[in-house]
């Protein structure tokens, strides 16, 4: 039997790339990955491996000096990335979510601008959506922008910015009420500004405040921050598109390809809890013969293989569908449902099947243990896909009465 969640039909190009990612996450990421995570330390030699591999340009055009690959080449690097460390591949996954939101809806001059220096990794990217009160309800963004002559001041706080130090690019998502009266439904007077700033915390351009790192049980090394807004003074010529009103439709159309990104990390953290699993099994004797041979261990095995295999082919159907120009709304919520709820039972198994010793901070299923609830929440809850799943599927499956 081959190695779980392989994936046909890839060409021999991708089947490079996949093996070259494999290649540097065993050597470069797993055997740093856990030490770093226990001083919540940046990965900054692996984010440079990462660089020279191209990784960053990865889906950005061949013409901007990307690699131009498919959401299928990036979603299954993203599975090895996360086989690795999962926070790896959220500094991965931010700059992932702008570079396509300014290649899907950019105006030209901002793909020529952003684009050649996001591939070759000079520009980091995140995004922002979440404010302190918001929660899943979008349509609640209380922060602001008012057109002032050629720019626009915008002021409010913004929450959960992956990459929110680190990045140079920040695509944030306000409220704009010019040009869209009193009344318009809020998702139609939501606007997307591209906010360029320096790297690090405190103020890091005038109006622009990233306080510190937000302290996290789990998904440590990557920098988690606000951003405060206090006349933060953007160019008109920096609205993503260049029209406003469009940010929410722009946003959703990136997280879309984040819940597949989502569903490749809980693939990746569910494959090496499953990888843990097995090696402990076999090593561990009681009762005079490894674990492995007992009934309930190999039954445990089997589901979490099961679970792996089929979390894995919901999410290469998922990018597929994308990929072919349809709408994969439903395909990428039922995958980042199913994934993240599975990685965490893979998870669990193999924190189980360690005993005690799984408790301990010298075992990796520790890490994964407190990385694994991450991903139950990220780019929307499980309720959340939930109700997207639902109502699309009444749109499919309309009674006919």
Known sequence: MARLAQTAGLTDVQQEILKTVREFVDKEIIPVATELEHRDEYPQQIVDGLKELGLFGLMIPEEYGGLGESLLTYALCVEEIARGWMSVSGIINTHF?????????????QKDYFLPRMAAGETRGAFSMSEPALGSDVSAITSKAVRDGDEYVLNGQKMWLTNGGTS???AVLVRSDEGHPEG????????????EKEPGFGEVRPGLTIPGKIDKMGYKGVDTTELIMDGLRIPANRVLGGVTG????QMMDGVEVGRVNVAARGCGVAQRAFELGVSYAQQRHTFGKAIAQHQA?????AEMATKVEAAHAMMVNAARKKDSGERNDLEAGMAKYLASEYCKEVVEDAFRIHGGY????EYEIERLYREAP???IGEGTAEI?????GRRLLEEYRFQG
């Open 297 to 301: 261990i190999q039954f445990k095995l």
């Open 168 to 170: 140079t690019l920040v």
């Open 184 to 195: 318009t439904a809020p998702h139609k007077s939501m606007t997307t500004f591209l906010v």
């Open 246 to 249: 469009r940010g929410f439709y």
């Open 385 to 389: 896909q939930k109700m997207i799943i």
């Open 358 to 361: 799984g408790f301990s901070k």
């Open 374 to 376: 991450m991903l139950l």
């Open 97 to 109: 979510i702008v570079a396509y939101m300014l290649k899907q809806h950019g105006t030209q001059e």
